[in-house]
């Protein structure tokens, strides 16, 4: 059955680098999103991203947070100057277009900021 | 907050045992949606029930749905320690990149 992978599944940096989390969604899924996982919380929503754009961001994605869809498979979030608090697990998940689908989730990139 | 209510946040059963958990929504819904996640995996589709439904089965998990309560249960029958995860309500969001509102999750720990 295919899957979303998502590389690395961790990442250790300094504060204030940048870091890109990649993606690879399933490939004939059209939805992509980007959730985060702070140890032993929520789900929380990042974005969502569709027809090359996207469709909705939460207060959590500012400025720092970008995403990008630079060929036809790979989904990629950069964040750009890390703070102590980004530490999470990150989950990239796509899903078809159909509202109905479930989302397929990867399993995570770790990221932790020192 | 927009997101579910999940109780019991913490819940620990024999093998053999039955698990029920709950979750609580506060906006109207088309489908409601359970997920699980293994620890530091990534989450996984269990069953979804829509708003015109009042019980789904999926072998050994059941998924009921109350629209007038706002609330939905998740059992799980004759557990298996391999059922030891944290399970997720999600409720769709209207918007229109369909994101997916989690709750806060019920850990399921079952004891062999």
């Known amino acids: 059955e295919p899957e979303v992978t998502q590389t690395p599944s961790h990442q250790v940096t300094q504060m204030g680098q940048e870091v890109i989390l990649r993606c690879v969604p399933i490939?004939?899924?059209?939805?992509f999103y980007w959730y985060r996982q702070i140890l032993g919380q929520k789900v929380e929503f990042l974005v969502s991203f569709y027809n090359n754009e996207i469709s909705e961001k939460s207060e959590i994605f500012d400025d720092q947070f970008s995403v990008e869809r630079p060929d036809g498979s790979n989904f990629t979030l950069k964040i750009r100057s890390t703070k102590l608090e980004d530490s999470a697990m990150y989950f990239c998940a796509s899903r078809r277009t159909d509202k109905l689908s479930p989302l397929h989730f990867g399993n995570g990139t770790r990221l932790t900021v020192t | 907050s927009q997101q579910g209510e999940e109780d019991p946040q913490a819940l620990s059963i024999q093998e053999g045992e039955n698990a029920t958990m709950n979750c609580s929504y506060k906006t109207s819904i088309n489908n409601l949606q359970w997920y699980r996640q293994n620890s530091g995996r990534g989450l996984v589709h269990l069953i979804l029930i829509r708003s015109n439904e009042r019980e789904k089965h999926s072998g050994r998990l059941r998924v009921t749905l109350d629209t007038s309560k706002k609330s939905s249960s998740l059992l799980i029958t004759a557990s298996r320690a391999a059922d030891t995860a944290s399970y997720f309500c999600?409720?769709?969001?209207?918007?229109?990149?369909?994101?997916?509102?989690f709750g806060q999750g019920t850990e399921l720990s079952v004891k062999p």
């Open positions: 490939s004939n899924h059209l939805y």
């Open positions: 999600a409720r769709l969001s209207y918007n229109q990149g369909g994101k997916l509102i």
